[in-house]
């Protein structure tokens, strides 16, 4: 008969995000995990399998936080020009508020283990599609209603912005000032004009 778990595997879960988050997936012990989880080796282990199964859980996690926020932004009747300046002006926001200067736990996890690691690269690869796909129908809809200029694809345009995007979560590890993001978001949103 298998065991009860007595932890909320939800909240650990979190804790495991946080703590990779911020050390990121080399720098993390199983003894770090162990410390800040509050569970043994053997509840780890039982319930993830490895400290590797275990980033990819906080990582498909922080996806699905990251995510939320746009996607009611999304679903709401907000012209398509307002949701893509809302989003940005989110993610800068976020970004600067952040006192631990953390960055993008998909962008750290894309720089320290994409290149050799393929579940993670799948992972990183799948979300850069799906944001382009939903900036891309976004633009294409702001191209239908004359916010924006047809000059260029939509699909260009989209994987312009996830760069842009990107570009923002690494310089925002840094001690860049919210006015200079402000600029970059400008610019941005003119590359639709």
């Known amino acids: 008969m298998a065991r009860k778990k007595n932890f909320d595997e939800q909240e650990v879960l979190d804790k495991a995000l946080q703590l990779f988050w911020r050390k990121g997936y080399h720098a993390t012990s199983i003894q770090d995990l ?47 020009r307002q949701i893509i300046e809302n989003f940005l ?12 200067r953390k960055g993008c736990f ?6 320290e283990l994409a290149t050799m690691d393929k579940e993670v690269q799948a992972m990183v690869e799948e979300n850069r599609r799906t944001v382009e796909q939903v900036l891309a129908e976004l633009i294409k809809e702001g191209q239908a209603s004359g916010q924006f200029s047809s000059a260029h694809s939509p ?6 912005i996830f760069s842009v995007i990107s570009g923002i979560r690494v310089v925002c590890k840094t001690q860049i000032s919210n006015r200079e993001l402000q600029e970059v978001i400008d610019i941005t949103l003119s590359a639709l004009d």
């Open 89 to 100: 002006k989110h993610l800068v926001n976020d970004m600067i508020a952040d006192a631990d």
């Open 155 to 160: 699909e260009s345009l989209a994987r312009f």
């Open 106 to 111: 998909v962008v750290n996890s894309t720089t």
């Open 34 to 80: 162990v410390d800040e989880l509050g569970i043994n080796r053997a509840s780890m282990y039982d319930t993830w399998g490895d400290k590797h199964r275990l980033y990819l859980a906080a990582l498909k996690r922080y996806r699905q936080y990251a995510s939320s926020w746009f996607l009611e932004e999304i679903r709401s009747e907000k012209p398509a």
